[in-house]
C-alpha cells in the first residue's frame, strides 16, 4: 500500500484502489488530451472519470501497479492534490471567454500557477481567480483570491471551507496584474517564513488582521 499521496494517488474507500489528479491549469484542455485521458481508462480499466471542483480530471479505480505506467502515458507529473501545499488553483474563463468578465483571470491564474502550483507551505492553500464579482472561482473561501473589477484586482486573504467556513477579508483593491502577482508572492512569503503550521485565515486571526496587512503591504 502507497503512502499518503505517494506518486500522487489517493486511497479509495475499498482500501484497494486510488484516485490520480493530473494537473490541468485552469481546466483548460484539448480534445486531445481528452482523447488520451479516455484511452489510458479504457486500458486500465479505470472506474470512473470524475471532474473535480478544481476543474480537473479525476481517474477513480486505479490499480496500484498501473500508477507509475498511467502517468507516463498521460505525459505528466502527478499534481499536488493534497497535502501542505499550494493546491490546484481555481480560474475562470475571465475575459478569455466570458461575457461578464471584468478582468482577464486565465492569464493571471496561469502564471500563479506556474509559479506556486504544488510549492509548499505550512498547511494546504488554495487559491481561486475570478474574472468579475460573480466569483465564480470561489475566491471568497479560499486562502488567497483574487476578483475582477473595471478598476483592478481585489484581493482577499484567509478563506476557506470545509466544517470551519470562512470568509476571506478584503487586503487590497484596484491592482494591475504585476501589482497583484508581487502582492501574492509576498503573502505566500510571509506565510511561509511565519513558523505556524495554522491554515492562513487561522494564522491571521491569531496575529490580527492589521498586523498582516501591515506586514505585507508595508
Known amino acids: ?13 475499498d482500501k484497494k484502489t486510488y484516485a490520480i489528479v493530473p494537473p490541468v491549469p ?10 488520451k ?20 480530471i479525476a481517474l477513480v ?47 493571471l491564474g496561469l502564471e500563479l500557477d506556474k509559479r506556486y502550483h504544488g510549492y509548499k507551505l505550512p498547511n494546504k492553500f488554495k487559491i481561486g481567480v475570478s474574472g468579475c464579482i460573480n466569483q465564480c472561482a470561489e475566491n471568497c473561501i479560499k486562502d488567497l483570491g483574487f476578483m475582477g473589477t473595471p478598476k483592478g484586482w481585489t484581493v482577499t486573504v484567509g478563506g476557506q471551507g470545509g466544517a470551519k467556513p470562512r470568509l476571506a477579508q478584503k487586503l487590497a483593491e484596484g491592482l494591475t496584474t504585476e501589482e497583484a502577482l508581487e502582492l501574492a508572492d509576498r503573502i505566500i512569503r510571509f506565510y511561509e517564513n511565519s513558523e505556524t503550521k495554522k491554515r492562513l485565515g487561522d494564522f491571521i486571526e491569531k496575529i490580527g ?7 505585507v503591504l508595508g
Open 61 to 107: 479505480g486505479v490499480k496500484e501497479e498501473d500508477i507509475d505506467e498511467i502517468w507516463e502515458e498521460l505525459g505528466t507529473s502527478p499534481g499536488a492534490a493534497i497535502g501542505a501545499c499550494v493546491r490546484s488553483i481555481k480560474i475562470c474563463p475571465g475575459t478569455t471567454f466570458c461575457k461578464l468578465g471584468q478582468q482577464d483571470s486565465l492569464s
Open 37 to 56: 485521458v479516455a484511452a489510458v481508462a479504457r486500458k486500465y480499466g479505470i472506474a470512473a472519470l470524475k471532474i473535480t471542483s478544481a476543474a480537473r
Open 1 to 13: 500500500m502507497l503512502k499518503k499521496g505517494e506518486k500522487g494517488a489517493v486511497l479509495q474507500r
Open 26 to 35: 485552469a481546466g483548460v484542455v484539448t480534445p486531445d488530451y481528452l482523447e
Open 209 to 215: 488582521f492589521e498586523t498582516f496587512k501591515k506586514e
